[in-house]
């Protein structure tokens, strides 16, 4: 079966310190991956996404996620911390087993606090 | 800039009521989605539609229904509100294409069923 790890419900980061928020998935083909954000009484905002090329992908606001496949791991990393990037973050994978319709497996979440 | 409306931010309802949640799109998409989001379990998918007076059903339908008569609106409709459905309800919309677009989502509304 196809899903999305978020294996920490909360990560605490000293603002000005690096940041990275763990998923790691398990699909079958190759993984279309997305970052998605959310702020207090906001929806969610899309921050980046892996669809093919560098494993390196830079996103929204400084973020950016590393694809490594041999890891089925899509960690989303920042150098330095803002008290501003306390949200809940999502992983999400495209469910691969639906051809040609567009649906996503979400992370269950990580809620992000940066401490001044 | 995509905007999606909800046209309720929090909305208090009795068990039994039918409830109607409406969200609007401004941006022509074709493809529009409602999730419901509660801790721990991430976003879940209630229903989608692909274009106009289409419709699919995700991966927890029950217990509601939804209508899309115009390109630009997508209705949630709780036939029988119980309080399991309180929850807060996401609507999102996607281009088309390019395919792999991201999603666009409203500020949610926040539905309590007492």
């Known amino acids: 079966a196809q899903s999305v790890a978020q294996p920490e419900d909360q990560v605490n980061v000293a603002e000005g310190n690096p940041l990275t928020v763990k998923c790691t998935y398990s699909?079958?083909?190759?993984?279309?991956l997305f970052w998605y954000v959310q702020y207090p009484n906001r929806g969610l905002q899309f921050l980046l996404k892996?669809?093919?090329?560098d494993n390196l992908v830079k996103g929204s606001y400084g973020f950016e996620a590393e694809f490594n496949k041999s890891q089925t791991s899509f960690h989303l990393k920042k150098p330095s911390a803002l008290v501003s990037d306390s949200a809940l973050y999502f992983c999400?994978?495209?469910?691969?087993?639906?051809?040609?319709?567009?649906?996503?497996?979400w992370g269950a979440g990580t809620k992000l606090i940066i401490k001044p | 800039d995509v905007k999606v409306t909800q046209s309720s931010r929090y909305l208090v309802k009795r068990t039994g009521e039918k409830v109607f949640l409406e969200c609007v799109q401004d941006?022509?998409?074709?493809?529009m989605f409602w999730y419901r989001q509660d801790p721990g379990l991430g976003l879940r998918l209630i229903y989608f539609?692909?274009?106009?007076?289409?419709?699919e059903k995700g991966d927890i339908p029950e217990g509601y229904s939804v209508s899309r008569e115009k390109k630009e609106r997508f209705s949630l409709i709780l036939e029988s509100a119980s309080t399991n459905q309180t929850s807060m309800y996401l609507c999102?919309?996607?281009?088309?294409?390019?395919?792999?677009?991201?999603?666009?989502f409203g500020n949610g509304t926040r539905l309590t069923v007492t």
């Open positions: 539609s692909y274009d106009v007076k289409m419709k």
């Open positions: 999102a919309s996607k281009s088309l294409q390019p395919y792999n677009s991201p999603l666009h």
């Open positions: 941006m022509d998409h074709e493809n």
């Open positions: 892996y669809i093919t090329g």
């Open positions: 999400a994978v495209r469910d691969m087993s639906l051809e040609g319709n567009y649906q996503l497996i």
């Open positions: 699909v079958s083909g190759n993984p279309y």
